[in-house]
C-alpha cells in the first residue's frame, strides 16, 4: 500500500544519507592527511582548495545538508594546515529558495544535464571565488 512504499522510500533515503555520513566521516582525515603533507612540504606557500558544492539539481532540498557536511570537513581540515578555501557553495548553489539555486547552478554548470561539471560561465565564477580565497588584491 501507499503508506508502506512512502516508508520504504524514506528508510531508503535515510540508508543512503547514513551511508554518506560514513563517508564524509572517512574522507575527512584522509584529506586532513593531504593538507597537512602540502603544508609540510611547502610551509610558506599560498595553498587554496575547492569547497564542495552541491551538483544535484533535482535534489537540491534532499541531498544540501550532506554536501555541506563535507564542505565543512573540508574547512575543518583546511584551517588545521593554514590552507584557504574557495567558496564553491555560494559560486555555484548561492543564496535563496530551492529555484533560485536550481537555476543558478544550471547557469554554471551542465548539473541540469546530469553532468555535474561547470560550464565555461561556472569556470570563470570558480575563478573568481579562488581569486577572493587568495586574498590578492
Known amino acids: 500500500d501507499h503508506a508502506d512504499a512512502v516508508g520504504r522510500r524514506a528508510g531508503s ?3 543512503k544519507g ?15 592527511s593531504i593538507l597537512r ?14 569547497g564542495a558544492w552541491n551538483p544535484e539539481a533535482n535534489a537540491l532540498t ?10 565543512n570537513a573540508m574547512r575543518r581540515a583546511a584551517k588545521a594546515s593554514r590552507v584557504r ?6 559560486t555555484f548553489n548561492g543564496s535563496g529558495n530551492v529555484r533560485a ?6 547557469r554554471l554548470t551542465f548539473a541540469c544535464k546530469d553532468d555535474p561539471h ?19 588584491k
Open 13 to 15: 533515503l535515510s540508508a
Open 18 to 32: 547514513n551511508r554518506a555520513r560514513a563517508a564524509i566521516a572517512a574522507f575527512a582525515p584522509r584529506f586532513a
Open 37 to 50: 603533507q602540502l603544508r609540510a612540504a611547502a610551509p610558506n606557500a599560498d595553498i587554496i582548495v575547492t
Open 62 to 71: 534532499r541531498t544540501t545538508p550532506l554536501y555541506r557536511s563535507v564542505d
Open 85 to 90: 578555501v574557495a567558496n564553491m557553495f555560494a
Open 101 to 106: 539555486q536550481k537555476a543558478r547552478l544550471c
Open 118 to 136: 561547470p560550464n565555461d560561465a561556472g569556470y570563470r565564477a570558480m575563478a573568481g571565488a579562488f581569486f577572493v580565497a587568495s586574498g590578492y
